[in-house]
T-cell receptor, first 114, second 115 residues
Framework: GNSVTQMEGPVTLSEEAFLTINCTYT??????LFWYVQYPGEGLQLLLK?????DKGSNKGFEATYRKETTSFHLEKGSVQVSDSAVYFC?????????????FGTGTRLTIIP | GAGVSQSPRYKVAKRGQDVALRCDPI?????LFWYQQALGQGPEFLTY????????KSGLPSDRFFAERPEGSVSTLKIQRTQQEDSAVYLC?????????????FGPGTRLTVT
């Protein structure tokens, strides 16, 4: 079956630090990969996505590259801000199953201190 | 424009009671998903609708769980004879069309607590 493994949290960083949240996946087909973010008190929202190997998704200074050879989709940001404090979820959607249900990792809570 | 809305936002049920959770997707969205999120975990897929057709219900944990979308818009997730292990946040998501290129938009969730 499909699964997503992501770096356990919580992660605490100082403002302007470099961020990496690791994510690896197992899929039976050729998945699309996503990072979703949940800010305090808000619903899940899409941060970025990549649909094929070597694609790079980017948004709000965050980036992740679809690495088929290592089955990874690590999230990075060069300089984090306090406003980036949230829970981050890596997810995949396996188009071979005929619907686009998402399989999520367990989430990584990120706290940025000023 | 309006996003996905869910009601109620919070529900407390005594063990054995039936509950109904409502999802109003974004107008015109064809696909609708239900997910269950236990505390400290990622969301887990429950069921999927394309318009009014329930095409995948493989994630429903037991026959106490039932979902419908009779007119291809509003959806209801019903849980019969609730158990403590049903306590979770239930998330609804909709997307414009089939296909992983289409973003799933999530509602705020309904937090169900079974006492």
């Amino acid at each position: 079956g499909n699964s997503v493994t992501q770096m356990e949290g919580p992660v605490t960083l100082s403002e302007e630090a470099f961020l990496t949240i690791n994510c690896t996946y197992t899929a039976t087909g050729y998945p699309s990969l996503f990072w979703y973010v949940q800010y305090p008190g808000e619903g899940l929202q899409l941060l970025l996505k990549a649909t094929k190997a070597d694609d790079k998704g980017s948004n709000k200074g965050f980036e992740a590259t679809y690495r088929k050879e290592t089955t990874s989709f690590h999230l990075e940001k060069g300089s984090v801000q306090v406003s980036d404090s949230a829970v981050y979820f890596c997810a995949l959607s396996d188009r071979n199953f005929g619907n686009e249900k998402l399989t999520f990792g367990t989430g990584t809570r990120l706290t940025i201190i000023p | 424009g309006a996003g996905v809305s869910q009601s109620p936002r919070y529900k407390v049920a005594k063990r054995g009671q039936d509950v109904a959770l409502r999802c109003d997707p974004i107008s015109g969205h064809v696909s609708l998903f239900w997910y269950q999120q236990a505390l400290g975990q990622g969301p887990e897929f429950l069921t999927y609708f394309q318009n009014e057709a329930q095409l995948d219900k493989s994630g429903l944990p037991s026959d106490r769980f039932f979902a419908e979308r009779p007119e291809g818009s509003v959806s209801t997730l019903k849980i019969q004879r609730t158990q403590q292990e049903d306590s979770a946040v239930y998330l609804c998501a909709s997307s414009l069309e089939r296909g992983s290129a289409y973003e799933q938009y999530f509602g705020p969730g309904t937090r169900l607590t079974v006492t």
